[in-house]
């Protein structure tokens, strides 16, 4: 059998955590920050994890994380 090919930008944005999820890099970062408080902008700095029903799909693409 052939390796499976990991999905690079899936690998890029996503990291397994001990329990099986994946955690990611919170959006709305990036630009028209002044308007935001500074709460919201500290808040977004911590990763998010994603959506379980996203869990599946995400292990697909990266198979040997």
């Known amino acids: ?3 499976i ?6 690998a890029k944005r ?3 955590t001990g329990n099986g999820g994946f955690k990611c890099g ?3 970062k990036r630009h028209i920050l ?3 408080s500074t709460k919201r902008k500290r ?3 911590s990763p998010a994890s994603i959506h379980p029903s ?3 799909s995400a ?3 990266l198979p040997y994380t």
């Open 14 to 16: 996503f990291r397994r």
């Open 43 to 45: 808040q977004l700095r």
């Open 54 to 56: 996203d869990v599946r």
């Open 26 to 28: 919170q959006s709305h």
């Open 34 to 36: 002044t308007k935001k």
């Open 5 to 10: 090919k990991t999905n690079r930008g899936a």
């Open 1 to 3: 059998m052939p390796k």
């Open 59 to 61: 292990a697909r693409m």
